[in-house]
């Protein structure tokens, strides 16, 4: 009850504080009065799920009170209410400082109230503080899939890269209004900042959603190109095609309309990405989706809001913006700007076939894609931007010399060939490999020997240029260069082969909830020992199992037990018996009053087991020696009857198989390395921004900016 109140203030507060726009004062009583409304919604919400209030329908559904600290502030965003409370707090936070900056004063902030309205509508109708009739004494547990480190880092990140990029939405907006030549400039310098720290945050929570992924069994490994991680990879994509549509508006090419249509998406396509994985309408093809939701029209009025006003004011305003100049074609102006539009292609090719199953849903079963699709045009995609990412930082803005260009290539494109000559003598000459990893090599080669020219603030770019390099390098490899195979293993078992390495078990051990197994890889001469964990899941009713990840700088193995069978099957007729595995089943009665049935698993330790008329039907089961060695009944023919026995009091005598899976893939060095130089550079480049005279610059501008700039009339 009280979390609802509070949402309703924090509603109620977001519209008075849009209303107010034009009184200073009291937007900024309203701002601050909704942003301690999803204050205290979020502390109350905390606070029931560390005390284990059950009462509380969110609770219930998502805690239990074995959960660790960790893990239980981690189901504040499990779920869809949490998850949009998550989202709200961070921009309503955003939201109430910038009303209190002097040249924030401005009406662009209504758009950002209105979206925290929005949000705080989603809250209310996703149930998130329903109180149950009765208070449980325990809850359904966090999903067993959500239980990882990275549960506490990937979401928010991700929700506050969401809040953050609203800000420049906003903005772009209210620039609409009134796109004059003042405030273009005015518009450009404010909005950028926001822009690139969005960028690098969306770009690091995908980083950790992809990690999260790899360590995680059902996630389709790194990259799936699974709808919700399209979903997020999207607006990623624009926001790039942001970035440097706005650099080269800096730097006086002056095409704002490029800006305004990539700021402007990049927002939509994240309030879509929210549709789709909320809504539940890829709760059928997508692993990371959400079951079915009561609030899809209300998702769907926030899309299409975004849409349409986004649409209109650039239609109304679209012969006002700047559309820039022409420029020669070796002109780093025109580079780039190829860039983008070949970005934005693959963009709405990935956006393209991430909503087919949403359309085909309408009329069917939804039809999906295949990732061999998504590989066919990212392979083409990553050549041409690489041959773009390693001409481009040589030209000069304006025009360069051909014979320039020429002699700056000689150095990366004898890297490439040595790329090439490297990947031959490693037995990995595979064409596609060797294309791409060429192509990467030269475009990294450019951009280092470009850097070293520019001071160290301006080294972010070029660097997060050649994180891409090694990362196109390690997902190619990693995608051509890979192995999986499975083997059935008991502790009775010998080792067996499994691609090129014998695989065997030393123990297991049980108590009857989880499993524990030591097992051993031998390649050659080298021996490798792991261990690998199953418990059973009361949630999912399914074992859930991590895999164990033996790192290396040419490869991953990772090994992992992909299914568990506890039970041995025994098939005994009238009188007769059958031993196996140590154990001895004899049928002494078989009759429609009772089954009678002798068990040995030693010489001197027999047991009678006896079903009655009452417990003859198949699944029932008789305990031999308590819960973890019991006898059930499986097929009862005319003659025979099938029964299955478990036995997981030790590890000495078990019946437990595993189906062991080892999986072997390379280059995936490359893949994290690429990932951390990227967002480093990403970060580098932000820094150097606000270090730079340019951004000293507009920190003047803005100081100045009283009375004019980016409002709505």
């Not at 975004?306 to 025109?334: A, D, I, M, Q």
Request: hydrophobic fraction near 50%; include cysteine.
């Amino acid at each position: 009850m009280a979390g609802n109140v509070l949402m309703w203030l924090c509603l109620g507060f977001s519209v008075l504080a849009a209303v107010f726009c034009t009184r200073p004062r009291f937007q900024k009583m309203f701002a601050v009065s909704s942003m301690l409304s999803a204050v205290l919604a979020s502390s109350y919400l905390m606070l029931s799920i560390l005390n284990n209030n059950f009462q509380l329908s969110y609770v219930f559904h998502n805690s239990s009170v074995s959960l660790s600290f960790w893990y239980k502030i981690s189901v504040f965003w499990a779920d869809k209410g949490g998850s949009m409370l998550l989202w709200l707090l961070a921009i309503s936070i955003v939201a109430a400082i910038l009303s209190f900056k002097p040249q924030s004063q401005k009406s662009f902030l209504v758009v950002l109230f209105a979206i925290q309205a929005f949000l705080a509508i989603f809250v209310i109708g996703s149930s998130t503080f329903d109180v149950l009739s009765q208070a449980a004494s325990d809850g359904l547990g966090l999903n067993v899939l959500l239980k990882s480190p990275w549960m506490a880092f990937h979401p928010p990140v991700v929700f506050l890269s969401y809040a953050l990029m609203a800000v420049p939405f906003a903005m772009t907006i209210a620039y609409l209004f009134r796109p004059c030549e003042q405030n273009h400039q005015i518009w450009l310098s404010r909005m950028t900042p926001w822009l690139i720290v969005s960028w690098f945050l969306l770009g690091l929570g995908i980083a950790m959603g992809s990690i999260w992924a790899y360590e995680t069994l059902g996630w389709g490994g790194y990259w799936g190109w699974d709808p919700v991680e399209n979903a997020s990879l999207v607006p990623w994509l624009i926001q790039t095609v942001a970035i440097h549509a706005a650099l080269n508006d800096e730097n006086g090419n002056g095409n704002a309309r490029s800006v305004v249509v990539a700021v402007l998406s990049s927002f939509c396509l994240v309030v879509m990405a929210v549709f789709l994985t909320r809504s539940g309408v890829l709760s059928d093809v997508s692993v990371h989706s959400f079951a079915g939701s009561s609030m899809l029209f209300s998702y769907l009025v926030m899309v299409l809001a975004s849409v349409g006003l986004s649409v209109f004011l650039c239609v109304r305003s679209w012969k006002f913006v700047p559309h820039g100049l022409e420029s020669h074609y070796t002109s780093r102006y025109f580079m780039m700007s190829i860039g983008n539009i070949v970005l934005s292609v693959y963009a709405v090719f990935i956006l393209a076939a991430t909503l087919l199953p949403v359309v085909t849903q309408i009329f069917g079963s939804p039809a999906v894609i295949s990732q061999s699709f998504y590989q066919a045009i990212s392979i083409p995609v990553a050549i041409v931007m690489c041959v773009g990412g390693a001409i481009t930082p040589l030209m000069a803005w304006r025009k360069t010399s051909i014979k320039y260009l020429a002699r700056q290539l000689i150095a990366p494109l004898f890297f490439g060939l040595v790329f090439v000559v490297l990947a031959v003598e490693a037995g990995m000459a595979d064409p596609l490999f060797m294309i791409t990893g060429a192509f990467a090599s030269i475009m990294l080669v450019s951009n280092f020997q470009v850097m070293l020219k520019y001071r160290v603030q301006k080294w972010g770019a070029f660097i997060s240029h050649m994180g891409v390099c090694l990362l196109l390098m390690g997902v190619v490899g990693s995608s051509i260069f890979f192995g999986q195979e499975s083997v059935s293993l008991g502790m009775s078992s010998q080792n067996k082969e499994c691609l090129d390495f014998g695989v065997g078990l030393e123990y297991v051990k049980s108590d009857g909830q989880s499993f524990e197994t030591m097992y051993t890889l031998t390649h050659k001469d080298s021996e490798i020992k792991g261990k690998i964990g199953a418990r059973w899941d009361t949630r999912s009713q399914a074992y859930f199992t991590k895999p164990f990840i033996h790192r290396s700088f040419l490869r991953d193995v990772m090994v992992y037990v992909s299914n568990i069978r506890e039970d041995m099957e025994f098939i005994i007729g009238k009188g007769s018996s059958v031993s196996q595995g140590g154990y001895t089943i004899k049928l002494l009665e078989y009759n429609e009053d009772v089954i009678k049935v002798l068990v040995s698993d030693g010489p001197d330790l027999s047991k009678e087991i006896i079903f009655n008329k009452d417990n003859m039907t198949p699944g029932s089961v008789a305990e031999i020696d308590g819960k973890s060695y019991f006898l059930s009944i499986d097929v009862l023919g005319n003659n025979t009857i099938t029964f299955k026995l478990v036995d997981l009091r030790n590890s000495d005598r078990n019946t437990i198989r595993f189906t062991m899976t080892v999986m072997v893939k390379y280059c995936m060095l490359f893949v994290w390395l690429g990932m951390i130089i990227t967002l480093l550079g990403l970060l580098w480049a932000f820094l150097g921004r606000l270090r730079s005279p340019r951004g000293n610059r507009m920190s003047s501008v803005l100081a100045k900016d009283k009375g004019v700039g980016v409002a709505l009339p």
